[in-house]
T-cell receptor, first 112, second 114 residues
Framework: KAGVTQTPRYLIKTRGQQVTLSCSPI?????VSWYQQTPGQGLQFLFE???????NKGNFPGRFSGRQFSNSRSEMNVSTLELGDSALYLC???????????FGDGTRLSIL | DAKTTQPPSMDCAEGRAANLPCNHS???????VYWYRQIHSQGPQYIIH???NNETNEMASLIITEDRKSSTLILPHATLRDTAVYYC???????????????FGQGTILTVHP
């Protein structure tokens, strides 16, 4: 069974630009969550989608948004990029409920 | 979600059992204990989870104390590839504000030596 796939693996942007990251969950998984990992703040929860609906959101500004498609694939968008948005962005999928989340290897975003 | 406390670092000799402790003294009755690990430059890898009973899978064993205030992850025969950051996470049963949210602490850096 294929794991969680995130594209692209690496991305370089400049301040003020916007970016879209993509996540393909494990087949059959309907829940997709996104996390940001930085050396200073560690792993922080961004939001979770299930059946195209955002069910939970972390404490991030409105510049961070996401969506989920009918095939459970998900995208997250960050607008008006800031230097502090440089991070590893991780996507995780699960069947839902108390089943464990399985993570992709992330997209490393660098802001110049 | 309950807060967890883990030692910042541990060492283990290759081939020996690695026992990683986690304290979660404020855990509630409907909160699960999850363990993940993260090897540099990769996403976190799920290891095991449990509610109150001890659990075992092909990777590890999870021992939860009877009062559920602490747990131990056991890697029975550690290898060099087990060197990673190990995260103990307590999460309330799915629903409401817990949907999809795992709260990661700083974890334990486990170093396995030859």
């Amino acid at each position: 069974k294929a794991g969680v796939t995130q594209t692209p693996r690496y991305l370089i942007k400049t301040r003020g630009q916007q970016v879209t990251l993509s996540c393909s969950p494990i087949s059959g998984h309907r829940s997709v969550s996104w996390y940001q990992q930085t050396p200073g703040q560690g792993l922080q929860f961004l939001f979770e989608y299930f059946s195209e609906t955002q069910r939970n959101k972390g404490n991030f500004p409105g510049r961070f948004s996401g969506r989920q498609f009918s095939n459970s694939r998900s995208e997250m968008n960050v607008s008006t990029l800031e230097l502090g948005d440089s991070a590893l962005y991780l996507c995780a999928s699960s069947p839902g409920g108390n089943q464990p989340q399985h993570f992709g290897d992330g997209t490393r975003l660098s802001i110049l | 979600d309950a807060k967890t406390t883990q030692p910042p670092s541990m060492d283990c000799a290759e081939g020996r059992a690695a026992n990683l402790p986690c304290n979660h003294s404020t855990i509630s009755g409907n909160e699960y204990v999850y363990w993940y690990r993260q090897i540099h430059s990769q996403g976190p890898q799920y290891i095991i989870h449990g509610l109150k009973n001890n659990e075992t899978n092909e990777m590890a064993s999870l021992i939860i104390t009877e009062d559920r205030k602490s747990s131990t992850l056991i890697l029975p025969h550690a290898t060099l590839r087990d060197t990673a950051v190990y995260y103990c996470i307590v999460r309330v049963a799915a629903g409401g504000t817990s949907y999809g949210k795992l709260t990661f602490g700083q974890g334990t850096i486990l170093t396995v030596h030859p």
